[in-house]
């Protein structure tokens, strides 16, 4: 069973400019959350999608966005870079029901210069 | 919102010591997740606890589900050079949705 698949591993954007990240979840999870990760702020989180649908967002500006599609893989996005976007975005995928664990992907290295 | 307290927030030990760090919260947690993260890579899931009181064993690695329900430890023992890392604590909230993590123990070992 595949793991949860992240693409591009590393990317550099300049100030202004808008990126876009995407995950692959693992097969049969409906869940994609996504965080962001600086050494200063720990883990932070963004949004999660669940079939389709975003259900909960954290407090993250407008700048930041998501969307996911039929096959559950998720894109999100962020426009107007700032240089203090620069950090490793993490997307995980969980199954259905209360406990379920969430299973990360490698992430995205975005540095904006 | 939920908030985990982490700590230590970082450990300096020799292999072949002991290890332990714990995890503290406010509110009351129904689930309690072990992460470590290596440099450069996405958290992996070490342990999850399920039930209050709950001991959970994973090689050299056992978490405890604190009775309260507001704490967990994880403890590793016999530590070696490749735990190197950061270790993460995580629980989601009450919808079971949204995953709060802790701040983070990073742990360094000296061969």
């Known amino acids: 069973k595949a793991g949860v698949t992240q693409t591009p591993r590393y990317l550099i954007k300049t100030r202004g400019q808008q990126v876009t990240l995407s995950c692959s979840p693992i097969?049969?999870?409906?869940?994609v959350s996504w965080y962001q990760q600086t050494p200063g702020q720990g883990l932070q989180f963004l949004f999660e999608y669940f079939s389709e649908t975003q259900r909960n967002k954290g407090n993250f500006p407008g700048r930041f966005s998501g969307r996911q599609f039929s096959n559950s893989r998720s894109e999100m996005n962020v426009s107007t870079l700032e240089l203090g976007d620069s950090a490793l975005y993490l997307c995980a995928s969980r199954g259905q029901g209360m406990n379920t664990e969430a299973f990360f992907g490698q992430g995205t290295r975005l540095t904006v210069v | 919102g939920q908030q985990l307290n982490q700590s230590p927030q970082s450990m300096f030990i020799q292999e072949g010591e002991d290890v332990s760090m714990n995890c503290t919260s406010s509110?009351?947690?129904?689930?309690w997740l072990w992460y470590k993260q290596d440099p450069g890579e996405g958290p992996v899931l070490l342990i999850a606890?399920?039930?209050?009181?709950e001991l959970t064993s994973n090689g050299r690695l056992t978490a405890q589900f604190g009775i309260t329900r507001k704490d967990s430890f994880l403890n590793i023992s016999a530590s070696i050079p490749s735990d190197v890392g950061i270790y993460f604590c995580a629980g989601p909230d009450n919808a079971g949705n949204m995953l709060t993590f802790g701040g983070g123990t990073r742990l360094m070992v000296k061969p």
């Open positions: 606890l399920y039930k209050a009181g």
């Open positions: 097969s049969g999870h409906r869940s």
């Open positions: 509110s009351i947690f129904n689930t």
